[in-house]
């Protein structure tokens, strides 16, 4: 089975600073989606980036951009000139490519502060 | 176009009494995902329905929890009996299909259950 591990709990951040967020998976597929999602606290689900595990260039979304390691199985999320509004959770999150299986599977989340 | 409509949007039942969290997804999706929400914890897949079938129930409990999306109208997650653990924000999320990778989440439902 597939696993997501988040292991910062907690992380803050200057405002107009850089962060990153950590994220490491378990699978044994070669093909697959890997996601970052934000969650502020109106809980509303944000995707924020996503990433197919065929391509090797890194996505990048304005501000926000990824380290994705396939061999490492490691998908680390950057978030450049951090800003109020970026402090939220933010979740990891897994997704088979193939097959009937359609649902994500999720890390624990990192708590975002952002400080003025 | 409004996205994926979920209500109530907070419910509280007390111990015993049934539960029902609504969802309608976008328009144009036919694909539908609850997820359960536990304090401090990321979201737990729970159940995955097309138009009148559920494809996936693999992460439902085996009592007291079920789901429907009829031909007709929202999904529905029905929890009955309520006990205070089934406290939690329940998500619904849409997509068009198991080929499409992009999903819409919901706002959630927060269930108190007192």
Not at chain 1, 60 to 77: G, H, I, W
């Amino acid at each position: 089975a597939q696993t997501v591990t988040q292991s910062q709990p907690e992380m803050s951040v200057q405002e107009a600073e850089t962060v990153t967020l950590s994220c490491t998976y378990d699978t044994s597929e070669s093909d697959y989606y890997l996601f970052w999602y934000k969650q502020p606290p109106s809980r509303q689900m944000i995707l924020v980036i996503r990433q197919e595990a065929y391509k090797q260039q890194n996505a990048t979304e304005n501000r926000f951009s990824v380290n994705f390691q396939k061999a490492a199985k490691s998908f680390s999320l950057k978030i450049s000139d951090s800003q109020l509004g970026d402090a939220a959770m933010y979740f990891c999150a897994y997704r088979s490519r193939g097959g009937s299986q359609g649902n994500l599977i999720f890390g624990k989340g990192t708590k975002l502060s952002v400080k003025p | 176009n409004a996205g994926v409509m979920q209500n109530p949007r907070h419910l509280v039942r007390r111990r015993g009494q049934e539960a029902r969290l609504r969802c309608s997804p976008m328009k144009g999706h036919s694909h539908v995902y609850w997820y359960r929400q536990l304090p401090e914890e990321g979201l737990k897949f729970m159940v995955y329905l097309q138009k009148e079938n559920i494809i996936d129930e693999s992460g439902m409990p085996k009592e007291r929890f079920s789901a429907e999306f009829p031909k007709e109208g929202p999904s529905i997650l029905r929890i009955q009996q309520v006990v205070r653990g089934d406290s939690a924000a329940y998500f619904c999320a849409s997509s068009r299909g198991t080929g499409s990778p992009g999903y819409t989440f919901g706002s959630g439902t927060r269930l108190t259950v007192v």
